[in-house]
């Protein structure tokens, strides 16, 4: 690769070159105006008793940098607590279209953003690879089927994520900062699932369906593409990383469904949070959510009536015969079952149970 | 394809009467392979072997299968995804990311806030009005790329995984510069123009042209003279680790470049026309010249290169500030270099052709 300039070293190392420049005669130092330096924005307290958890986005956002307003009034990239530059002096408006904070707000998302980047990891070096053996040739099959599907579904997830940042206002900046961490994790899963489906003797297999893809894509409100795959899609994910005394074949499978787990949990803390800040905002905002709860439900049942390699894989992969297979599948969605209901009673949404869409709770019960 | 003594034993087993197992039987997907980490662990450029790491140059696939893996007919078309490799591949993206995750870092505890001196009022105001400013315009950083994540191909995932760890670092960024506001009394102060006009790229290569070539560039540069800038150790290490994540968004956007203009040289007078926007040569928008260093950000950096605003000490920053601006322009006429744009170097506003260098023969 050319040299770019960029090739950092262990850490970047800043410089402070002595050379005089030659200052070309049209720049000139304008005269002290100093105007900014009276901005009239809060002085915060100085921060004090850091803790193992170091400096958090909690701790810095005192008084009224911590208060988030229902509606945010910018409609540029001013930082919430500075002092707005002049409507004439403020540039093009953003494309921004959410500025309504009961559209993204979830209380723990500056919580749950340092607790991301708290419990990172990497794929390559935090996964033992080399504790994985040889497996019998459908066992390692079964698994990397099981792998594919996660690895699509997350990429389909964190690529439409992706596209919702740029939709949801400067002033809500936790969410925003919560929501590139989940983007990172999610980008992780992505290729730590696929290092693994090609590190033993197997390979990709078939794609999904994607019934789920499509409506994630289709949300047309973040909240609903939020309850499609922080709710629904992640209790799926995260009970199926909770099968890994079954599934996990070696140490490194179980870090695998550990460390996606732990990021999972945090994904599926924003969602109910979330969820239930939106329901709380609006009473009309259940009727919006129980349209999202259907179509979400009669998706994810299109995607596991006919993902047919996904299922005989899951079988193969959950017992050591085909009976054993299916009776341990039946207990992995009953279990993918709970935790989505668990999840919505976190949102606030109880008693689903009942309620489920037919064809979906068909799914669960007859896999 | 499972031997077929195995695929015989299954099918006999109790149970198997509603199973095929046709997904196993003929695989279409490459199997076979045994991929071992190596000295980096294993990375993307580890698995990148076999079918599994030839990434198309032209690919039909609208329904989210990863590369390698089996198709099925059945599948929903997105619609999303550009179907040219060359729209949105960098060379460098596979090894830029396994970078990213190893040198990722938390501006919570890996910033000795503890250590924070009490600072000269008018330099810790100054530092606040830098820091007001980079909060206000890293994230942008993090919205630009996040507009077209949704269009990269899953033949192409690399990209995709690239841009978002380019999401996170810029939300650390946004973080930290926020967080060192707060920390020394002061607060954010005055909120400039900021840099929404970078959202209006329209294309991969309209945003790698801006926002990598000219925006990151620019902004590397200036954090690699952070010694200058800093006035504490605090400070010096928020600018060393921001430096080094923006050396990765540069690297990404180079190499971007590059293989595009390898691919389609037709395309290079278009290339111009974004570089030309950026350095305020169309109309009157706000261009990287007022990026890093418009009024009140010229001013607040002055100020803390020059040690105070006294007219002795403001006279000595503003030299040093015109270093990191011919810094600045020296670089990214290097960039340009890289990428096959050394003929721009002609086309530049005179303004900016002042500060560089005699070209190197």
């Known amino acids: 690769m050319p040299d770019t300039t960029t090739q950092a070293s262990e850490e970047e190392q800043t410089e402070s070159p002595a050379q005089q420049p030659v200052i070309p005669p049209e720049f000139q130092r304008p005269p002290l105006d100093m105007g900014w330096a009276t901005a009239p924005t809060e002085r915060p307290p100085l921060p004090k008793d850091f803790g193992p958890e170091g400096f958090t986005l909690r701790k810095a956002d005192a008084g009224s940098y911590g208060w988030a307003p229902d509606v945010w009034p910018y409609r540029n990239d001013t930082p919430r607590g500075a002092w707005p530059a002049p409507e004439a002096q403020r540039g093009l408006v953003a494309p921004y279209t959410i500025y309504e904070k009961a559209e993204v707000w979830a209380e723990n998302a500056a919580d749950l953003y340092e607790q991301g980047i708290r419990e990172r990891w ?24 099981i792998f594919t599907n996660i690895s699509e579904q997350q990429y389909n997830s964190n690529q439409v994520l992706m596209g919702w940042l740029g939709e949801i206002s400067y002033g809500f900046h936790e969410v925003k900062l919560y929501l590139s961490t989940q983007v990172f994790d999610q980008g992780r899963h992505v290729e730590a699932f696929r290092k693994r489906a090609l590190s033993n003797g197997g390979g990709l297999g078939v794609q999904m369906p994607g019934f789920m893809h499509r409506t994630t894509y289709a949300a047309f409100k973040f909240s609903e593409f939020i309850f499609y795959t922080n709710i629904l899609r992640a209790s799926f994910l995260l009970a199926l990383c ?16 550990e460390h996606t787990a732990s990021d999972l949990r945090r994904h599926l803390a924003y969602g109910a949070d979330h969820i239930k800040h939106y329901l709380r905002a609006d009473p009309v905002n259940r009727d919006r959510v129980n349209t999202w709860v259907m179509r979400g439900e009669a998706m994810m049942a299109a995607d596991l009536q006919r993902d047919k390699p996904l299922r005989e894989a899951l079988i193969l992969a959950l017992g050591d015969t085909i009976e054993e297979g299916k009776a341990a599948l039946k207990e992995l969605r009953s279990a993918q079952l709970q935790k989505y209901l668990r999840t919505l009673e976190a949102a606030s949404i109880y008693n689903h149970g009942d309620e489920l869409v037919p064809a979906f709770q068909a799914a669960i019960e007859s896999p | 394809m499972a031997k077929s003594e195995t695929l015989e034993m299954l099918r006999k087993e109790p149970g198997a009467e509603d199973m095929d197992f046709s997904w196993l039987d003929d695989p279409a997907a490459e199997r076979g392979m045994r991929v071992a980490p190596g000295k980096r662990g294993l990375t993307l450029e580890d698995i990148s072997v076999g079918t599994y790491g030839d990434p198309p140059e032209m690919t039909r696939n609208q329904s989210g299968r990863m590369r390698g893996s089996a198709p099925r007919g059945d599948a929903q078309n997105l619609g999303a995804h550009w179907m040219i490799k060359s729209e949105s591949w960098s060379e460098s993206a596979m090894m830029l990311y396994e970078e990213a995750l190893q040198r990722q870092w938390s501006s919570a505890t890996d910033i000795p806030w503890e250590e924070m001196p009490e600072l000269d ?3 810790e105001l100054a530092m606040s009005q830098l820091c007001t400013f980079l909060t206000q315009v890293e994230f942008i950083a993090g919205d630009l790329p996040a507009k077209f994540a949704p269009n990269i191909s899953a033949d192409h995932f690399e990209t995709g995984l690239f841009l978002a760890t380019q999401i996170m670092d810029e939300a650390r960024h946004l973080d930290v510069f926020r967080k060192r506001a707060l920390a020394n009394g002061i607060g954010l102060l005055q909120a400039g123009p900021g840099a929404v006009g970078l959202l209006t790229s329209q294309s991969f290569v309209d945003m790698t042209a801006s926002l990598h070539l000219v925006g990151e560039g620019f902004v590397q540069s200036l954090f690699r003279m952070g010694e200058m800038i800093a006035h504490s150790e605090v400070d010096k290490r928020i600018f060393r680790l921001a430096a080094q994540d923006e050396s990765r968004h540069v690297a990404f956007g180079i190499m971007h470049m590059k293989h595009l203009l390898e691919q389609e040289p037709e395309r290079r007078d278009e290339i111009h026309t974004y570089l030309d926007r950026m350095e305020g040569q169309v109309g009157s928008t706000p261009n990287q010249a007022g990026l890093t260093g418009g009024g009140d950000t010229t001013e607040a950096l002055t ?16 030299k040093k500030l015109m270093a990191i601006r011919k810094r600045q322009f020296n670089e990214y006429v290097h960039r340009l270099d890289v990428v096959g744009l050394s003929d721009r170097r002609e086309r530049m506003d005179p303004m900016i052709q002042a500060f560089l260098e005699p070209r190197r023969n």
Do not use: V
Not at chain 1, 245 to 252: E, H, M
Not at chain 2, 303 to 318: A, H, N, R, V, W
């Open chain 1, 122 to 145: 990497a794929p390559a070096t935090d996964i033992s690879w080399s504790s994985i053996e040889p497996l019998a040739e459908h066992t390692e099959a079964a698994l990397d089927q």
């Open chain 2, 303 to 318: 100020i803390l290169l020059g040690g105070g605003k006294s007219e002795t000490q403001m006279d000595e920053g503003f």
């Open chain 1, 242 to 257: 909770g099968a890994s005394d079954k599934l996990a074949r070696s140490q490194a499978d179980r870090e695998l469904f």
């Open chain 2, 121 to 123: 009022d008018d330099l």
